[in-house]
């Protein structure tokens, strides 16, 4: 099953205007200058830069997504930003359940349900994101930590379509500690398998499992290679066009 690879770049609480719109031109003008991209890619901006990195990405075939969406469309959600607004502003995608957002916010697998319902029903792709504490690794309780949070967080009408996994080890991410090849090769046919259970064979071997955590060009190909990896979520690296355009291109 060959699965294309998404390259995914998670901007976090990153990038003024000017700095977005100039990232955001970088990486479209890389990517048409690409005649037949391997690779699908995303950014994901702060909210505020949205709509800049969407006139900067226009016609580029660069997706844009949000980092976070509320689960209802409108209302008296004070600071919340709904599907219907990221689709209003030009968005293709939302990360959900990112472990900062888990950790920051309280966030529980149930919630990233319900956001990823409303989610779908705006059209937009989700990137849910699951991963173990250092703490719960040592415990020896990464797989049923990760097991339950992809059997929780994703919704019925979760498809290949519409659904990406991100495997994101807590204790790796922006710490420059990258998990081995090893362990992210078990984690991820350990989420294949999960995903089977809820969403059947066919959806299992046609959704993009994506890892995450320190991802940088020097270990980019080794991990892109490896046969559940079909893609990465990049933080730190994916604020440089430089670098965020090295990973992508590692496979090539
Ligand atoms: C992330 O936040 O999704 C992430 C993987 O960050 P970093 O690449 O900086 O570890």
Redesign the pocket.
């Known amino acids: 099953m060959t699965r294309r690879l998404l390259i995914a770049g998670?901007w976090?609480m990153n990038g003024l205007l000017q700095q977005a719109r100039k990232l955001g031109e970088e990486l479209a003008s890389l990517f048409k200058e690409e005649k037949s991209p391997s690779f699908d890619m995303l950014v994901c901006p702060p909210f505020t830069a949205l709509s800049a990195v969407q006139e900067a990405l226009k016609d580029s075939g660069i997706l844009l997504g949000g980092q976070d969406c509320h689960f209802k469309e409108s209302g008296a959600h004070t600071g919340d930003i709904s599907p219907v607004m990221l689709k209003d502003v030009g968005c293709d995608a939302v990360i959900l359940g990112?472990s900062?957002r888990r950790q920051d916010h309280g966030e529980t697998s149930a919630l990233v349900r319900e956001k990823a319902t409303a989610a779908h029903k705006e059209g937009l792709l989700t990137v849910i994101?699951v991963g173990e504490t250092e703490a719960q690794r040592d415990a020896g309780e990464t797989l049923s930590v990760v097991g339950e949070q992809v059997r929780d967080s994703l919704p019925e009408e979760s498809s290949a379509n519409n659904t990406v996994i991100?495997y994101?080890p807590v204790w790796?991410?922006?710490?420059g500690k990258v998990a081995s090849v090893q362990d992210v090769a078990e984690v991820h046919a350990f989420i294949r398998s999960e995903i089977e259970k809820v969403l059947g064979k066919e959806n299992a071997e046609k959704m993009r499992i994506l890892y995450?955590?320190?991802?940088k060009p020097s270990n980019a190909k080794e991990l892109l290679s490896l046969e559940d990896v079909d893609g990465a979520?990049?933080?730190?690296?994916?604020l440089k066009s430089d670098d965020f355009w090295a990973i992508a291109k590692s496979q090539d």
């Open positions: 998670n976090k990112h900062e994101c991100a994101e790796a991410i922006g710490t995450g955590g320190s991802v979520l990049v933080g730190g690296a994916s």
